[in-house]
């Protein structure tokens, strides 16, 4: 395959994937197929840069992931056909059928909580190569929400740093609390470089927010290292999918809300009705007052 100096991090994803004692083929085969499917076209190079990833990826992985990407690709209209076809090929072998299609936005959000440090930095490689162009954020007017950031994590305040990064980033509170008490460090390291946080900075946020990573010399280097390395589109393109996530957590909860408020409208009535109705093992007052 021609090689293009566009997509320079693919030509090692394979590579790492493959090495011993790192199983990571079925998580790229999801990812890569995620933000395939999120853009609605592709140059002919893109196209043929997933489908030769994408072929080499579906033999290695097991039969659920198979048959999640199948289940994604079928209602994706420029789904390549060389990949649906092994899909098919592979499906019929195995009598395996296509897993009901879950959003793909939000397994994206679950793929990257769950995944492991060497998962989760080639999510946000791939999130920079394959990933849907987005607005880039203006950096912060001022040092005002990096201070306090920075303040609420010498201090060992969680709670404070998780509120200021959810006013900051626009995302649920939900989010801002798995970013913030992450123990491996990447989603706080996505958070800082949208926000423009300056290195300094965010090796002192490493040391002191959270004592799973502060206590390990060599994770606040690697994550320093990874600072460096990821591109601020690739950061972008995560908050943005934790932004969407949150507006579906928001969306979904308010109709509970409005049942539950008529709901408990609706008992309240009940019971009121209940209260006034003569009970029937009470007599009348007449009986009473002759007794």
Not at 65 to 76: D, G, I, K, N, P
Not at 130 to 146: D, L, W
Request: glycine letters at 4%; aromatic letters at 4%; proline letters at 8%.
């Amino acid at each position: 395959m021609t090689k293009s100096s566009g997509y320079p991090p693919l030509d090692n994803l394979v590579d790492l994937a493959c090495r011993d004692g790192v199983e990571i083929r079925p998580v790229l085969l999801r990812v890569l197929t995620d933000l395939f499917v999120q853009k609605p076209s592709h140059s002919a190079e893109e196209e043929a840069q997933y489908v030769e990833l994408a072929l080499r990826l579906i033999d290695a992985s097991d039969t659920e992931t198979r048959s999640t990407v199948a289940t994604r690709l079928s209602t994706y209209p420029n789904a390549p056909v060389a990949v649906l076809r092994r899909l098919i090929e592979l499906a019929a072998s195995t009598g395996s059928q296509p897993a009901a299609k879950p959003p793909i936005k939000r397994d994206l959000v679950e793929e990257f909580f769950a995944a492991s440090a060497d998962e989760r930095r080639l999510i946000l490689t791939n999130l920079e190569v394959v990933g849907q162009p987005v607005p880039r954020r203006a950096p912060p007017a001022s040092s005002e929400v990096i201070r306090r950031l920075e303040s609420a994590a010498l201090q060992r305040n969680p709670g404070e740093f998780a509120r200021v990064l959810e006013r900051a980033l626009g995302i649920s509170r939900s989010i801002a609390e798995r970013v913030t008490r992450d123990d491996s460090g990447e989603p706080l390291l996505v958070a800082a470089k949208v926000l423009g946080m300056p290195a300094p900075v965010f090796q002192r946020v490493l040391m002191f927010l959270n004592p799973s990573i502060g206590q390990s010399v060599q994770r606040v280097f690697e994550l320093s290292q990874l600072y460096e390395d990821v591109q601020p589109t690739a950061a972008e393109r995560m908050v943005t999918i934790w932004k969407e996530a949150s507006t579906a957590q928001r969306a979904s909860h308010a109709p509970v809300s409005w049942d539950d408020s008529k709901g408990s409208a609706r008992t309240a009535a009940t019971l009121v009705q209940h209260a006034a109705a003569p009970r029937r093992d009470q007599p009348a007052s007449r009986f009473r007052k002759s007794s």
